[in-house]
């Protein structure tokens, strides 16, 4: 077995970081609890119910429902099954941008739901022509991206949130890397600013807390309760979440993360990584290479393949977009000397 843990130190396509020393420190005291027994783990039920307060208030929802689920995906899994359990079609449908993450591919199929990809603009955000033209009656959800995977744009929320009221279909907003930054830009993504139904915030990515911590939210309790099965041989008698066992660790990691970092230490760390976004953006475009604008701390640009290869064979852990451009994610364990050491590799190849 391999003892030691990951290093982060060459890593650039990660959304996820390492965590934060009082997240470290949570998660292994919570390491053998369960919050979906909360009958027999009564802290870390109550730790839960925090966990979701303050992800509410930074996602601006006064009164908030959700749970703390095993990341991104669970959430996107669960927020569709909210939809298809509300909505009155035989054949219920999802409509998403092109840039949605693929869990929302996972949850069409495993929820029978019929999934409508409409492409984005020249801005990489949902296009709502194509948006408009594709809802109709058997809508169950419009779905809109707040920091997507491949070049961090946010889907315009309000007017997603428009076109998902006129048919009676729940927004879903997907704010699972997202959700740690936007409260200190001017996008309107969350709750306050749209008829946002459910919300994946994922405090394992941008939050700094330890895997597995993500985030569902629903504007209101009755939204969850579509989701509850009972829970016969519990001591509590529904539960919402898609799995049973849960980590407590996630959860109590979580509200360690939150209530040493917001808002003040996720604000400065928006900064530095914006900053070193926008400064290995300049240093690519100076290089030559057609950069993809960074809105948040993510940068994608049309490095070469062999480029690519090389790089990775430097140990630079980087992935590629869908169309193939390079793609890094200014996480915070991305410092401006790991950028410097990383485009000083990319001039030593290019002088060969
Ligand atoms: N949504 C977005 C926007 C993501 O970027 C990701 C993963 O990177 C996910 C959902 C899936 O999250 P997870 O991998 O935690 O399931």
Redesign the pocket.
């Known amino acids: 077995m391999q003892t030691e843990p990951q290093a982060f130190d060459r890593v650039l396509s990660s959304?996820?970081t390492e965590p934060h020393p009082v997240a470290r420190e949570a998660a292994e005291r919570f390491l053998a609890t369960n919050p979906g027994d909360p009958g027999t783990y009564p802290t870390v039920s109550a730790l839960e119910d925090e966990a979701i307060a303050m992800l509410g208030e930074i996602a601006g929802l006064e009164e908030p429902s959700g749970y703390i689920a095993?990341?991104?995906?669970?959430?996107?899994i669960q927020a569709v099954r909210i939809a298809r359990e509300r909505a009155d079609a035989t054949r219920p449908n999802v409509v998403m941008p092109e840039s949605?993450?693929?869990?929302f591919r996972k949850a069409a199929d495993l929820l029978g739901v019929d999934l409508r990809v409409v492409p984005t603009d020249d801005r990489y955000r949902a296009d709502l022509g194509a948006v408009r033209a594709a809802v109709d009656d058997d809508t169950a959800a419009v779905i809109g991206?707040?920091?997507?995977?491949e070049y961090g744009r946010v889907d315009p929320i309000p007017e997603l949130g428009e076109i998902a009221r006129s048919v009676d279909a729940t927004l879903h907003v997907?704010?699972?890397?997202?959700g740690f930054v936007l409260p200190f830009t001017d996008y309107e993504w969350n709750f306050s600013h749209a008829p946002v139904d459910t919300m994946?915030i994922?405090p394992?990515?941008m939050g700094q807390a330890a895997?597995?911590a993500?985030g569902l939210l629903v504007r209101d309790s009755a939204l969850l309760d579509e989701l509850a099965v009972d829970t016969p041989y519990l001591e509590s008698t529904s539960q919402a979440t898609l799995t049973g066992t849960r980590s407590g660790a996630g959860v109590a990691s979580a509200v360690a993360a939150m209530e040493e970092l917001w808002p003040s230490g996720y604000r400065s760390q928006y900064v530095r990584s914006r900053n070193n976004a926008e400064w290995l953006a300049d240093a690519l475009e100076k290089r030559g290479y057609d950069v993809v604008d960074p809105t948040l701390p993510l940068v994608a640009a049309d490095v070469p393949r062999s480029t690519f290869d090389a790089l990775r064979a430097k140990g630079w852990r980087i992935s590629r977009t869908a169309t193939d451009e390079l793609r890094i994610v200014c996480m915070p364990h991305v410092t401006r000397e790991m950028l410097a050491s990383f485009v000083g590799d990319l001039d030593r190849l290019e002088v060969r």
């Open positions: 959304m996820c095993g990341g991104g995906t669970e959430a996107n949605a993450h693929f869990s991206v707040a920091g997507s995977t997907d704010a699972a890397w997202g994946a994922d394992h990515k895997v597995p993500g």
